[in-house]
């Protein structure tokens, strides 16, 4: 299904548009500043993004204005006699704390705050329900654009004034100077001349927006794992959540139940073999969902034939990578993430080195694969030591399902076609989105995940790396892990550290 408001690219060159976050020069930027989690709204309104503080910021797209085109410099209005396509532009609503540090004393595990996914419910009598997830638990926000009534000052014709000015003396007189009252109103400073002053002050009210964000329900205590994946139900009632054993079905409504449909937890942890990495429903067929492994597989299971899902409609899985195999095979072959294309055919998936399209039924071979990182093959010992072979990078399609887009290290981002004959795209998610990456040398050690519950060993990041073996032709340290792409148009929001770079097609 192609989306009548995407029209076909005429030009493949990607210009900066908007960033939220940019730090100053100099200023250095905090951990739990770091955005972990970044979707746009089904209608494109709204862009939420989650951070390692456990913070959640929403940003509305503005309301067309006489000044639409401030963006545009006067150099590109003279080259350009044709109608310009104007990209959405964005503005800070609200922010909220949406999960707090914890700590689980049973197991003695310190739970983090951050933001692992959000997620766009429907949206019901135009107000917004987010679901937003830590490692342990997923909870539904309503934030509803109200009204909040503030009094202010105001001069009214002195005759007017003077003839109410009685009655309103004795009205506010036995109010306090800036007392709130039950209904919410809040009274300013009052100032009486007398009965029949010739200027008199009173008060109206004036509105201005507040949205407040309230938490509606905890979804808490079903999942001994982390969390790595939600997803709504096209019902617009249930939503899953999946760790690396377990993926769970909920009812929005119903907080203290739910449903396991899938366990993979081995009886005996040493026959451990795979672990869920990312898991999906189908964009209109309730009944269906998609989740991945850290093997490369992903399997399709009809919630219809049973109530645990043990075995799968379909396993999708390259064929190709059967051939040799080394230490890192099984790692590289990792899926971090998975989408389904809105036609509900087909399946982007990324892992390491790749990114790859799969029609679901095609189970032996991806429909194409999209080489990312395969200049940093001959260094994968490296990219082990320092733990950067274990980042998980995300991918997002085009609304029409015809272009894909992935993130990669110096905050490169990778758009690629299938079937439309426009040549592959890559730019820098920052205000110059053109300029060349610089080499680098990368030599920090990050914490490892549960994704390396498939190794039988682990080893620590080394704080010092032989020079010669530790040259990349990349910033490791500036690694695009998440991105979202506009629901019906041109427009790509970057999550590149603690800021959100947006691009759109010129």
């Known amino acids: 299904m192609t989306l009548s408001s995407i029209s076909t690219p ?14 100053a020069p100099g200023e250095d930027v905090q951990q739990t500043d770091i955005i972990s989690a970044i979707e746009f709204e089904k209608g494109g309104d709204y862009v939420a993004v989650g951070d390692h503080g456990g913070r959640v910021v929403i940003f509305e797209k503005r309301t067309p204005k006489d000044d639409s085109l401030e963006y545009i410099t006067r150099n590109e209005l003279e080259q350009n006699d044709f109608m310009i396509r104007h ?31 959000v997620r766009w419910c429907m949206s019901p009598n135009g107000s917004l329900f987010i679901l937003s997830t830590n490692d342990r638990t997923v909870k539904l926000w309503k934030v509803k654009e109200s009204k909040v009534k503030k009094v202010k000052e105001m001069d009214l014709d002195p005759f007017v004034a003077s ?12 109010i306090p100077e800036t007392t709130p009252l039950s209904n919410g109103v809040e009274w300013a400073d009052k100032t009486f001349n007398g009965a029949y002053s010739s200027v008199s002050h009173t008060k109206v009210p004036k509105f201005e927006d507040s949205p407040p964000a309230r938490c509606r329900k905890a979804y808490a205590h079903a999942h001994d794992f982390n969390i790595n994946s939600t997803s709504n139900n096209s019902d617009g009632e249930t939503f899953l959540s999946a760790d690396d054993f377990r993926v769970n079905l909920w009812n929005l409504e ?46 399709l299971v009809d919630m219809r034939k049973s109530a645990i899902c043990d075995q799968s409609s379909r396993i999708l899985h390259d064929g190709a990578s059967n051939g040799s195999k080394s230490f890192f095979t099984e790692i590289v072959a990792s899926i971090s993430d998975l989408k389904f294309a809105s036609n ?11 990114l790859k399209l799969w029609d679901i039924h095609m189970e032996n071979s991806p429909v194409a694969t999209y080489k990312i990182h395969e200049h940093l093959r001959p260094k994968l010992s490296d990219l082990y030591n320092n733990d950067a072979l274990f980042d998980k990078f995300a991918c997002c399609l085009r609304g029409d399902g015809l272009q894909f887009a992935t993130g990669s290290y110096s905050n490169q981002v990778h758009i690629f076609s299938h079937g439309g004959g426009v040549e592959d795209i890559t730019f820098e998610a920052s205000k110059n989105p053109n300029r060349k990456p610089l080499m680098h040398a990368n030599t920090r050690a990050r914490r490892r995940s549960l994704s390396n519950l498939t190794r039988a060993f682990s080893r620590h990041g080394q704080e010092n790396l032989n020079s010669e073996h530790n040259e990349f032709y990349c910033n490791l340290n500036a690694k ?15 999550a590149a550290g603690s800021s959100v770079f947006m691009h759109y097609l010129w």
């Open 254 to 299: 119903i907080s203290d139940q739910c449903f396991n449909i899938i366990d993979m937890k081995p009886p005996n942890m040493e026959d451990l073999t795979e672990v869920i990495t990312s898991a999906e429903f189908h964009p209109f067929h309730c009944n269906l969902l998609a989740y991945s492994s850290s093997r490369g597989y992903i399997r």
């Open 344 to 354: 509900g055919r087909h399946i982007l998936s990324r892992d390491y080195m790749s």
């Open 87 to 117: 990209p959405p532009n964005y503005q800070y609503k609200t922010e909220f704390q949406s999960h707090e540090p914890e700590f689980d004393y049973l197991k003695s595990l310190e739970i983090e705050e951050k933001i692992n996914k």
């Open 163 to 174: 003839e109410n000015s009685l009655l309103a003396e004795k009205s506010f007189s036995s």
């Open 480 to 494: 695009l892990l998440h991105l979202a792409w506009h629901p019906n148009k041109d427009l790509i929001a970057c």
């Open 10 to 23: 005429h030009t493949t060159e990607w210009k900066f548009s908007q960033v939220f976050g940019e730090p």
